[in-house]
């Protein structure tokens, strides 16, 4: 089994801990259709402001805060996304390295790829595995949170951060924090599943759930081990995946028939369920994961609830959402709707079936 470095060795450091995102963009994002398919998916989209969601996550990914500092971002993405992603990092003026997968297999390989890439390229660094398609309002408050995360980290934990809840949510799953680590982190007691609405009142109330917004901070070392120690499946598919993989300048392409047979299964349920490492900091940062339509109408409403995008005309309506890339579209009289049109394609629904939008992308494959 790998050998984590040693508590004392890394509590001995003091300079500024290096610390290598790894930007996850292997998401498909089926409940943003019709904007968001196939090889253009939400963090490829500019769906808050001019920039799309990947560069977003870059930019709050470099430079350097108080007791750390970034390195250039490992991205994890699709073979198909390559290129795409290549040309928006470059319109920021953001240089990095890759890592293609030819199909998805989850979250947990996607980190102990990349653990055993960061391990052998940058040992000392900590990696801090971010979804590439969420978005985050307050970035000194995210900064602030990951420097409270680092000791916990040094010291051998994986820690998560726990979004501070600002209602009810019953999207979300929820993270139960038990006793203090340190001043800023705790250990985690259990990882809850999306609660319904009852559940998740008593979660708010409680003042120890938080919303879990996969977010990760740890050493690559301990992340291998825990992998191997919990789901030695993974670990050796992986390990051999990754030894049999070509790699250039700056570029690591999966080998197809390799990765293919990795189990597929997110890292909350190969490692972070599991472990005895898991620790959580508190991250109050104006959170969201952009799941739905209604979380993008919520982040981006006016006054009279609507979040509109493009050539729009909203007459006596509220609390919709609607975006056109093209042709006028106008609303009268309705509530509580999700209309866009994207590329020719149209989509109405009510706001309160958005998250079921993703049953349309299935049946169209299925009708194709």
Known sequence: MTNPKSEPEMAGMETDQTITPVIMSGGAGTRLWPASQGDHPKQLLSLIGERTLIQDTALRLRG????????DPLIVCNESQLVPIRTQL?????TAWFMTEPCPRNTAPCALMAALEI?????DALMLLAPADHYIRDEAAFHQAIGRAVPAARSGHIVTFGITPTAPETGYGYIEAAEPLDAHAS???AFH????????????AS???????????CRPDVLIAEMQALREDIFKACQTTFAASPKTKD???????LFAACPAQSIDYAVMEKTTKAAIVEADIGWSDIGSWRALRDLAAATDGNAVRGNVLALESKDNLIYTDGPLVAALGVDNLAIVVHEGQILVAAMDRVQDVKTIVEALKNKS
């Open 193 to 204: 599943e999306k609660p319904d609405f009852e559940t998740a009142r008593r979660y708010l």
């Open 64 to 71: 350097r805060a108080t007791g750390f500092a970034f390195t």
């Open 207 to 217: 003042g120890n759930m938080f919303w879990n917004a996969g977010i990760f901070l």
């Open 90 to 94: 470059a319109d920021i003026g953001q």
């Open 119 to 123: 391990a052998g390229r940058e040992p």
């Open 251 to 257: 570029t690591r392409a999966l080998d197809a028939a």
């Open 187 to 189: 250990r985690v007691a």
